[in-house]
T-cell receptor, first 111, second 116 residues
Framework: QQPVQSPQAVILREGEDAVINCSSS?????VHWYRQKHGEAPVFLMI?????EQKGHDKISASFNEKKQQSSLYLTASQLSYSGTYFC????????????FGKGMKLTVNP | NAGVTQTPKFRVLKTGQSMTLLCAQD?????MYWYRQDPGMGLRLIHY???????AKGEVPDGYNVSRLKKQNFLLGLESAAPSQTSVYFC???????????????FGEGSRLTVL
């Protein structure tokens, strides 16, 4: 079952912040985040494991609330290069070989 | 280092024809996946493999078959193509399970298939 991402699309101006949410109806083992530029393959951003950890590099960070089966990706001081579609992927407990993606969130960053 | 290579990149089929998509990785990865991407639907898992000689069904396996005879190759077959199978297909691989901290997926560039 696909995780649910929200919002579906966001338009920002350079320098603004964005939050992308990902939720699942099943208990999660891990959450992945990927970014896909138009016409290209998805590219890995980060993995979060159960245990409620947070991760980040540069101005992109993420959190994982295991109890709520939710993860959020935080983009701060957005840059033009952040434009693209962001996908969360989830690994459920008991299904550790399968990574199931959500429908994605399209982010457009304008000058 | 090529990474994950998909062939062909583009293909047009007529309804009822068969074809095979090839995914090859040179990273010695155990896990391999086939996804399809359609507008508004995200990436949907078709089939996957956790090692040479193994295959398993994903979320949308109907109409597709797969084989993993060699560790580096994962083939996706369409026995009788239907217009509903028009899509962009992505292959991905990972060294370990995606449930682990180093289980990131590496994607191929995609194969665009059109079924008329």
């Amino acid at each position: 079952q696909q995780p649910v991402q929200s919002p579906q699309a966001v338009i920002l101006r350079e320098g603004e912040d964005a939050v992308i949410n990902c939720s699942s109806s099943k208990a999660l083992y891990s959450v992945h985040w990927y970014r896909q530029k138009h016409g290209e393959a998805p590219v890995f951003l980060m993995i979060l494991l159960k245990g409620g950890e947070q991760k980040g590099h540069d101005k992109i960070s993420a959190s994982f609330n295991e109890k709520k089966q939710q993860s959020s990706l935080y983009l701060t001081a957005s840059q033009l290069s952040y434009s693209g579609t962001y996908f969360c992927g989830t690994v459920t407990q008991g299904g550790s070989e399968k990574l199931v993606f959500g429908k994605g969130m399209k982010l457009t960053v304008n000058p | 280092n090529a990474g994950v290579t998909q062939t062909p990149k583009f293909r047009v089929l007529k309804t009822g024809q068969s074809m095979t998509l090839l995914c090859a990785q040179d990273m010695n990865h155990e896990y391999m996946y086939w996804y399809r991407q359609d507008p508004g639907m995200g990436l949907r898992l078709i089939h996957y493999s956790v090692g040479e000689g193994t295959t398993a069904k994903g979320e949308v396996p109907d109409g597709y078959n797969v084989s993993r005879l060699k560790k580096q190759n994962f083939l996706l077959g369409l026995e009788s193509a239907a217009p509903s199978q028009t899509s962009v297909y992505f292959c991905a691989s990972s060294y370990v399970s995606p449930g682990l901290n180093t289980g990131e997926l590496f994607f191929g560039e995609g194969s665009r298939l059109t079924v008329l």
